[in-house]
């Protein structure tokens, strides 16, 4: 933690009758109940708080009692007057306190001061501190999904993150969206994005992936950029986005807060936290399909994506039904996987590395890939030189994963990439080549356990900024689509030798899963955009941080 500067306010300060030395530096707020007593006790608690200024969400000044809650009794009387005029000549703070599982709090504490001019004068000197805080988000543009997860958002929203933004003095245009990609449609042409601080969306993954793709797109509109050249460097979003969970499935936030909670996102956003984050560009043959920020998987994810949504009726459990489904048909798929290694950067998959708040590796390849990205932009010609740098896998695989997170779920807790991070500019290129049932089934329970998930023979993974796949049989767009009608035809058995690969209908091509979304195409070209993203939020916080901001007085 911060040490705290030069003191700005220290006053005796009452909080339940208990006097406190209260101080205030620019960088903390700290109460220590005062000692009367001079015999030294070593095992007495510790009864000294702090909370970081930046973490203060606002202080009031409170307000005189109504007179008519007084009792009629007279000693009670005199106690409630006495009350009251301590109430008016209070204030009080409310802050984030740290739960577990990475949850916050806002809890308050009210102190009371011996005059009306010091109380003042100490909720001035609270009030000027915060208003120096740069960082805090003033307007908030909102999208409400009504329809997602268990249908809660407008509830959510209103009861548990509204009241919290209210009291934070922050102002929001909230909307409520009417059909699928209203919040993607209106961020790329009517939305002021000038007025705004931030985007807030409140639902799940999909609807962070509609404001992701209306933003990004508006970005490289008013910046002069061609999205639908993969060659193009995508230029950063000034706006951060924030993300109220109420989907079914939250992956981002608990990629980068720790949790699934709203009201703990709500509070990143309201102190101003900002987090980088990596997002893929997807094309193919110079034009754009999609952004992706998790898992572009190809193969067993795309067939359980594919299969999944046909039987939507089931519920969540369609997914199970469809994972199990998949695994027992076993299909294999023949292709071609070109990458451009990540050179000159900090970690590999395999070190067994935490993305987590602050991360040094992050930092350090953000700026490298950076440096050499605007070496890029002013030297066309090395995309030449980088052709030797490629490589190229070729052969029958299982599953084509590329991970730009960890992806960690409860189900997963290690996530498909226990060391892949936010905001480093690569993607975890995983390859699981055809194997038997048994070792694949090896290799999808390594994701629920602690062991190694790469250490086995038919399993590779390379760090990588850039990649494409190219399936059998497509050389070129006419081939693609003959292969596609010829699959066509064989819809017609479906039904009855689609679970039967010995019938010799196996398929060809599997399917692009994109962040839960299917592509059209099967060949791509992805490329990671370092940073292109800030969210309010600041990474997965270890839990000693949570120790130490929970008992400050260590300092």
Same mark, same amino acid.
């Given at each position: 933690?911060?040490?705290?500067?030069?003191?700005?306010l220290?006053?005796?300060? +009452?909080?339940?009758?208990?006097?406190?030395?209260?101080?205030? @530096?620019?960088? $903390?707020?700290?109460?220590?109940?005062?000692?009367?007593?001079?015999?030294?006790?070593?095992?007495?608690?510790?009864?000294?708080?702090?909370? @970081?200024?930046? *973490? %203060?969400?606002?202080?009031? *000044?409170?307000?005189?009692?109504?007179?008519?809650?007084?009792?009629?009794?007279?000693?009670?009387?005199?106690?409630?007057?006495?009350?009251?005029?301590?109430?008016?000549?209070?204030?009080?703070?409310f802050?984030?306190?740290?739960? +577990?599982?990475?949850r916050? +709090? !806002?809890?308050?504490?009210?102190?009371?001061?011996?005059?009306?001019?010091?109380?003042?004068?100490?909720?001035?000197?609270?009030?000027?501190?915060?208003?120096?805080?740069?960082?805090?988000?003033? &307007?908030?543009?909102?999208?409400?999904?009504?329809?997602?997860?268990?249908?809660?958002?407008?509830?959510?929203? *209103?009861?548990?993150v509204?009241?919290?933004?209210?009291?934070?003095?922050?102002?929001?245009?909230?909307?409520?969206?009417?059909?699928a990609?209203?919040?993607?449609?209106?961020?790329?042409?009517?939305?002021?994005?000038?007025?705004?601080?931030?985007?807030v !969306?409140?639902?799940?993954?999909?609807?962070?992936?509609?404001? /992701?793709?209306?933003?990004?797109?508006?970005?490289?509109?008013?910046?002069?950029?061609?999205?639908?050249?993969?060659?193009?460097?995508?230029?950063?979003?000034?706006?951060?986005?924030?993300?109220?969970?109420?989907?079914?499935?939250?992956?981002?936030?608990?990629?980068?807060?720790?949790?699934?909670?709203p009201?703990?996102?709500?509070?990143?956003?309201?102190?101003?936290?900002?987090?980088?984050?990596?997002?893929?560009?997807?094309?193919?043959?110079?034009?754009?399909?999609?952004y992706?920020?998790?898992?572009?998987?190809?193969?067993?994810?795309?067939?359980?994506?594919?299969?999944?949504?046909?039987?939507?009726?089931?519920?969540?459990?369609?997914?199970d039904?469809?994972?199990?489904?998949?695994?027992?048909?076993?299909?294999?798929?023949e292709?071609?996987?070109?990458?451009?290694?990540?050179?000159?950067?900090?970690?590999?998959? +395999?070190?067994?590395?935490?993305?987590?708040?602050?991360?040094?590796?992050?930092?350090?390849?953000?700026?490298?890939?950076?440096?050499? =990205?605007?070496?890029?932009?002013?030297?066309?010609?090395?995309?030449?030189?980088?052709?030797?740098?490629?490589?190229?896998?070729?052969?029958?695989?299982?599953?084509?994963? =590329?991970? @730009?997170?960890?992806?960690?779920?409860?189900?997963?807790?290690?996530?498909?990439?226990?060391?892949?991070? $936010?905001?480093?500019?690569?993607?975890?290129l995983?390859?699981?080549?055809?194997?038997?049932?048994?070792?694949?089934?090896?290799?999808?329970?390594?994701?629920?356990?602690?062991?190694? &998930?790469?250490?086995?023979?038919?399993?590779?993974?390379?760090?990588?900024?850039?990649?494409?796949?190219?399936?059998?049989?497509?050389?070129?767009?006419?081939?693609?689509e003959?292969? $596609?009608?010829?699959?066509?035809?064989?819809?017609?058995?479906?039904?009855?030798?689609?679970?039967?690969?010995?019938?010799?209908?196996?398929?060809?091509?599997?399917?692009?899963?994109?962040?839960? *979304?299917?592509?059209?195409h099967?060949?791509?070209?992805?490329?990671?955009?370092?940073?292109? /993203?800030?969210?309010?939020?600041?990474?997965?916080?270890e839990?000693?941080?949570?120790?130490?901001?929970?008992?400050?007085?260590? %300092?």
């Open positions: 933690m911060e040490r705290p500067g030069r003191l700005l220290l006053s005796e300060l +009452r909080v339940r009758n208990t006097a406190y030395e209260v101080s205030l @530096s620019r960088s $903390l707020l700290t109460w220590k109940r005062r000692v009367s007593s001079p015999v030294y006790h070593p095992f007495r608690p510790s009864v000294c708080h702090s909370v @970081s200024v930046t *973490e %203060i969400i606002c202080v009031t *000044e409170e307000e005189e009692e109504n007179s008519s809650k007084q009792r009629d009794d007279g000693s009670w009387r005199k106690i409630k007057e006495r009350e009251g005029k301590d109430c008016r000549q209070a204030f009080t703070v802050y984030v306190e740290r739960g +577990r599982n990475h916050w +709090r !806002c809890v308050e504490i009210t102190f009371r001061c011996p005059d009306r001019a010091m109380c003042q004068h100490w909720v001035s000197g609270i009030r000027d501190q915060l208003a120096a805080i740069s960082s805090r988000p003033k &307007q908030l543009l909102v999208y409400i999904n009504p329809y997602g997860g268990k249908r809660q958002g407008k509830r959510i929203y *209103e009861q548990k509204a009241p919290l933004f209210a009291q934070a003095g922050i102002s929001t245009h909230v909307i409520v969206t009417e059909y990609n209203h919040a993607r449609d209106h961020l790329r042409t009517e939305a002021e994005l000038k007025r705004f601080d931030g985007v !969306c409140v639902g799940g993954d999909g609807m962070f992936s509609e404001i /992701i793709h209306g933003l990004i797109w508006r970005t490289q509109m008013d910046g002069g950029v061609d999205p639908n050249s993969p060659e193009e460097t995508l230029l950063p979003c000034s706006l951060r986005i924030g993300i109220i969970p109420a989907g079914s499935t939250d992956c981002i936030c608990f990629a980068t807060v720790g949790t699934n909670d009201v703990t996102s709500a509070l990143h956003i309201i102190v101003g936290d900002s987090q980088p984050m990596d997002v893929c560009s997807v094309h193919h043959n110079n034009a754009f399909l999609r992706s920020v998790s898992l572009l998987g190809y193969g067993f994810y795309g067939d359980v994506l594919t299969d999944s949504e046909r039987k939507r009726w089931m519920g969540p459990a369609r997914y039904f469809s994972g199990l489904k998949m695994f027992l048909t076993h299909h294999y798929y292709g071609t996987v070109s990458y451009l290694p990540a050179k000159g950067i900090m970690g590999t998959p +395999r070190d067994g590395g935490r993305c987590r708040s602050g991360c040094v590796v992050c930092q350090h390849n953000g700026q490298i890939l950076t440096e050499k =990205a605007d070496r890029y932009e002013m030297d066309k010609a090395s995309e030449n030189e980088s052709e030797d740098e490629w490589r190229t896998i070729r052969g029958k695989f299982l599953a084509i994963n =590329a991970a @730009s997170m960890s992806c960690a779920c409860p189900r997963s807790p290690k996530g498909l990439s226990p060391s892949a991070h $936010l905001a480093d500019g690569t993607t975890d995983i390859l699981v080549r055809k194997c038997s049932r048994f070792n694949f089934l090896r290799h999808l329970i390594r994701h629920t356990s602690k062991d190694d &998930q790469f250490d086995l023979g038919f399993v590779e993974v390379h760090r990588v900024c850039r990649f494409r796949f190219m399936p059998r049989h497509c050389q070129s767009d006419s081939d693609l003959l292969d $596609l009608q010829e699959n066509s035809k064989r819809q017609i058995f479906s039904q009855i030798c689609r679970d039967h690969p010995a019938c010799g209908c196996t398929p060809i091509y599997s399917s692009w899963n994109c962040d839960g *979304e299917i592509l059209n099967t060949a791509i070209d992805v490329r990671v955009h370092c940073q292109l /993203i800030k969210l309010f939020a600041r990474g997965i916080e839990m000693a941080v949570f120790e130490e901001i929970t008992n400050p007085c260590a %300092i």
